[in-house]
Nanobody, 116 residues
Framework: QVQLVESGGGLVQAGGSLRLSCAAS????????MSWYRQVPGKQRELVAS???????NYADSVKGRFTISRDNAKNTEYLQMNSLKPEDTAVYYC??????????WGQGTQVTVSS
C-alpha cells in the first residue's frame, strides 16, 4: 500500500548539483526515520543520509558537507540536495522510510550519473 516515488536523478558534470525528491503516499505507521541510500552494480547498498522524526540528521563521511537531507511533512516528501557532485557519487539512489513498528519501505530508485 505504501508508495515511495523518487525523482530528480539525471546526468550532471562533476561539481554540479541535483535535488532528489521522494513522494510518499499510503503511510499509516509512525515514522522513526527517513533516509537515502545508494547502490552501484556489484556493491552493497550504502546509507547516504538519514533524518529522524526529531530532525536530527546523519551523513556518510563521503557526502558530509555536500549533501543535505530534509523533509516536508505537508507535502509528504523527502529530499536530498546534492551539491559539488563527484563521479564517485554515481549510483542508483533509493529513499527509505523506517517505522517504529520495525518495518521499512523502499522506493524504486533514481539514477544519478556524474561525469568528469
Amino acid at each position: 500500500q505504501v508508495q515511495l516515488v523518487e525523482s530528480g536523478g539525471g546526468l550532471v558534470q562533476a561539481g554540479g548539483s541535483l535535488r532528489l525528491s521522494c513522494a510518499a503516499s499510503g503511510i499509516i505507521f509512525s515514522i522513526n526515520a527517513m533516509s537515502w541510500y545508494r547502490q552501484v552494480p556489484g556493491k552493497q547498498r550504502e546509507l547516504v543520509a538519514s533524518i529522524v522524526s526529531g530532525g536530527i540528521t546523519n551523513y556518510a563521511d563521503s557526502v558530509k558537507g555536500r549533501f543535505t537531507i530534509s523533509r516536508d511533512n505537508a507535502k509528504n516528501t523527502e529530499y536530498l540536495q546534492m551539491n559539488s557532485l563527484k563521479p564517485e557519487d554515481t549510483a542508483v539512489y533509493y529513499c527509505n522510510v523506517n517505522y517504529f513498528v520495525g518495518s521499512s519501505s523502499w522506493g524504486q530508485g533514481t539514477q544519478v550519473t556524474v561525469s568528469s
